[in-house]
Structures are given as C-alpha cells and as structure tokens.
C-alpha cells in the first residue's frame, strides 16, 4: 500500500497526489498540526477557515470509499507538526511509498525533502498541476530577461490557454484594459451581497476549537461566512460571475467605507486552497464576456489577476527563494506599530482597512497594496515584520503569494526585480479612489503641520531618503524633478513633519 498526504492548501478531488490512488489499498493522511497554525499568529477565521475545509474535504473522501486517517488538532496522539503525523503514520501502516504533491511554501517542501532519508521510505513528490505554468516554463521564460514583468508573461499565458484571444490576437485589440478600471466611488451603485455561507456541525465545532486554542490570535472569529466545501466555493463563483462581475472593472480600485467586498469576487479563499481550480474560474468567465454577461474589461481585469498575477508570483517566488525571504534593499527597520494590532490611528483609510481586516480576514488588494501598504512602504516598517502581518491577516496568505506581493510589490525591498518603480502615493491617490478622507481628522489638502494627512509629507520623505536608490528610476523621473525645485523651507518641513510622525508611530502613540 501507498500513502498519500493531502496538506490543507490541497482540497482538489484532481490533485496529483491522488490521480492513480488504489481505494482498495492506499490510505490518506490529513492533519491539523499546532505547528502550521502557530509559526506565526494566523488570524482566527483564517484557522476556523482551512480546518473547516479540511474536515469537509475528508468526508468527501470517505464518500468516495477511500481509506483517510484524520488527525483533528485536539487528538490526544497529535505530534504537533507534519513530520511527526508522517512518522506516526507511517510506523501503523509500513507503505511501500510515501506520495505527495508539491508543497506551495519553501519551508514545507523542503521539510518534505528530508522524510526519505528520515523514514526510510521512498517519498513521490509530484508537481501541483493545479498551477497553469510549470517551474521549468516560469524559468525558461525568466532566462535571459533584464526584466521581469508580468505584463509581458501574461501574454504568454494568454496564448497559452488561448484565453481571450481572436485569431492570435487579444480580444478588442488590447492585452490589458486597467486604464478603464479606476471610476471612483459611485454611493449610487448597488452592491451585491458576497457569499455567506451557513454554519453546520462541523464548521461549529471548528469555531469552538479555535476560540479555545487560539483565543489570543489577531481577529474576529464570527461571523463567519466562508465557504468550506467544493460545492459552496463553486456556488460562491457562480454568485459572483453573474451578480458582481459586470461591475468589477469599473470600481476594482475603489474603496468605499463600511463597504468591504464591493465588487470583488472574494474566491481567492477557495483558489489558493484548492476547492476551485483557478482555470475553471478563468473559463467561467470569459464565458460571461462571450454570452454578453459582461463587459471586457471587467472580465480580462478578473483574468489578468489569476492567469498572469497569480501565476506569476508564484514564479517568482520559486525562481528566487530563499534569498528573496531576506530582502530588504531600502535598509526599512522601523518596527510595526500597535495600530496594525488594534486600529487605534486618526488616519481614516488606515482605521478602515485594518479594521476590516480584523473582522474579516479579507482586504481587497487596493486596501492591501495602495493604503496599509502604501503606509507601510513610505514610513519605512521593517520588513520582516510587514511579512508576517501580511501573512498572519488574510486567510487566502500563504507564503508562496504573499511574500512577493509583500517583499516586492508593495515595499520594493527586491530592488525592483518584480515591480517597476515603488508604488508609493501621496494622499491625493486614496482621496481619488475613495471616501476615507471626508471622515478623517487629517486634511488631504494640507501638505504640511500637524493637520496635514501623513500620506502627504511622509510620500516626500520616502523619495528624499531613498533618492541614492531610487532617483534613477525612470518611472520617479518627474517625482524627482519637483524635488529639485524646492526650497530649503519646503524640504525642511517635509523632513519635520516626517521625523515628528515616525518618532510618535515608533513610540507607540496614536498617529
């Protein structure tokens, strides 16, 4: 007999590990370990999230007459960590192979690496063909390249797939319709309700598992909404392509308060573990865009986010690990704040968006790249630090994602290997793309003194204390100009305004 491993970002009935398994024979092991949970402080709905999904997905296999040894968190024989479930169960049943699919965070593919020396037995790790482009294809793509972008890749993958396409060529005549994406607020639009899913036995159970275990952890544990079965997670993606996705486009940057879904599609959740596959979610739709269901730049928006982002992170991050998991090109060191904990800041966008992800364990990436990580990027937080609070907040974060998103889209520590400049913005961008800013105590309009938004001088400090690393950078070109022109009065009071800010927000005191 065999066993097979099934890890909890897995839940796919057509995952490798599986495709050959013998019912007859073969068993599969599924664990809840303190180690996974704990290695940093995961949010407690992101907790209640995969384990719910775990069990869900072990009961569907039992259906399917499979053999499963399930250990739940609270079993008195619970080793605590993979490595240690693995050995258990390899000492009751003796298989003559371990067999596992690749695992989507270094640390863990590398701890899989060691268990045919450690156990003795010969381990099968099969590559995650749930990803549309293989490590090899990222890499052969990525040789020779002076840049990485991911705009070019994306094109690739398009014709790939032929997804999208006329002929060879884009449908519309355009590779990426983003310039269409940015209407502002619109309080006359109506929005949707995203999915909510209902509590049933198990998921209860779950929930008081993780109030028990992991009471001190970041975040709300209820509501709770997730969608923690196959069936659920495709209800969830019908729901979105025909009541959100005509919208999506239009308002994807937009940010709206007391509004924390919007038009997003929220299925990042069940991707990134497995109970949907991110080509069916593709194919649903440009479907959509074919029946007239909706138009093409909300559908190659949606697109260009799972078949050229997503697959290109994941690129990036298996090109460059481990060393990518230490960079930090601007020298950033200044600690996380309390306010990244508890929401307590006079600075609207930032109470919004982190209070929203405490209850929610959700932010959608305009909140995540262009306000808490725009903030975190100009005043300069350590990275590390930013890394794990990324990781530990969001229930769809898992390393394999978050730390190129994190590492270089929003805090450029990688030099630019992934993005082309530093997104870093002035509060004039937020006040565009929302409404935080009418109930802040700062002005947007104010560049300077205690009234004025942080945002502001904070965006100017940032390019004056980076400008040996950052100046040559085309994109900044004009940014740096307009730096050129002003007074010493001028610099010094961005300087003041900065050094005041960062002395309080590094003390501990409400910014």
């Given amino acids: 007999m065999n066993l097979r491993i099934i890890l909890g970002d897995q839940l796919s009935h057509s995952i490798s590990s599986l495709t050959d398994i013998d019912p007859q024979h073969d068993a599969i092991l599924m664990c809840e370990v303190m180690e996974e949970a704990t290695y940093v402080k995961h949010h ?3 907790i209640a999230f995969i384990f719910s999904a775990m069990r869900h997905f072990a009961e569907e296999l039992k259906d399917k007459g499979y053999t499963i040894r399930y250990t739940k968190l609270d079993d008195t024989d619970n080793q605590g960590s993979f490595t240690g479930e693995v050995s258990r169960a390899i000492q009751d049943y003796k298989p003559k192979k371990v067999i596992i699919t690749e695992a989507g965070e270094y640390r863990v593919q590398e701890m899989i690496k060691t268990w045919d020396t450690e156990f003795g037995v010969p381990v099968d790790i099969r590559p995650d063909d749930r990803f549309l482009c293989t490590h090899e294809e990222f890499q052969a793509w990525a040789k020779n390249r002076k ?3 991911m705009e070019y890749f994306y094109r690739e993958m398009r ?5 999208l396409m006329n002929n060879g060529k884009p449908e519309g005549g355009e590779w990426n319709y983003d310039s269409m994406n940015r209407k502002s607020p619109d309080e006359t639009v109506k929005i949707p309700q995203t999915y909510n899913g209902q509590i ?3 998921t209860h159970d779950i929930l008081g598992l993780v109030v028990d275990k992991f009471g001190s952890h970041f975040g709300d544990i209820e509501p709770f909404y997730f969608a923690v079965t196959r069936n659920q997670a495709l209800y969830a993606l019908d729901k979105f392509i025909n009541e959100r996705l005509s919208n999506f486009g239009d308002y994807q940057d937009a940010m709206i308060q007391h509004e924390p879904w919007l038009f997003h599609s929220h299925l990042s959740f069940y991707i990134n573990c497995g109970l949907l596959l991110p080509l069916e979610c593709i ?4 479907q959509a865009y074919k029946n007239g269901r909706a138009p093409l730049n909300a559908v190659e928006g949606f ?7 997503r697959e290109y992170v994941r690129g990036i991050y298996w090109l460059k690990m481990p060393a990518y998991e230490n960079e930090n090109m601007l ?3 200044t600690p996380l704040p309390p306010l990244f904990w508890d929401a307590e800041t006079h600075m609207n966008c930032l109470r919004q968006c982190i209070k929203e992800t405490k209850e929610n364990a959700y ?6 790249l262009m306000v808490i990580g725009n903030f975190s990027l100009i005043a300069g937080l350590s990275p590390d630090e930013v890394n794990d609070w990324y990781m530990l907040v969001y229930a769809d974060a898992y390393q394999w994602v978050e730390l190129p998103n994190v590492t270089g889209m929003i805090l450029y520590a990688d030099g630019g290997l992934l993005a082309s400049k530093p997104y870093a913005a002035s509060g004039s961008y937020i006040n565009k793309m929302s409404d935080y800013c009418k109930g802040c105590k700062y002005s947007v309009t104010k560049k300077n003194g205690p009234q004025a938004c942080p945002f502001n001088y904070l965006y100017w400090d940032f390019l004056i204390r980076n400008e040996d690393k950052l100046s040559g950078n085309p994109r900044l070109r004009l940014s740096y100009k307009t730096i050129s022109k002003m007074n010493d009065d001028k610099l010094c009071a961005i300087k003041s305004d900065s050094s005041r800010f960062i002395q309080k927000l590094s003390s501990g005191d409400c910014v």
């Fill in 44 to 46: 407690k709905k992101k």
């Fill in 147 to 149: 840049e990485l972008r």
């Fill in 159 to 163: 014709k790939k797939y032929n997804i």
């Fill in 200 to 202: 049933d036995n198990i």
């Fill in 283 to 286: 194919q649903a739709a440009e």
């Fill in 303 to 309: 697109i260009r986010q799972i078949l050229g982002w």
């Fill in 331 to 333: 020298n950033a060191k």
């Fill in 363 to 368: 932010a959608h990436h305009i909140q995540r």
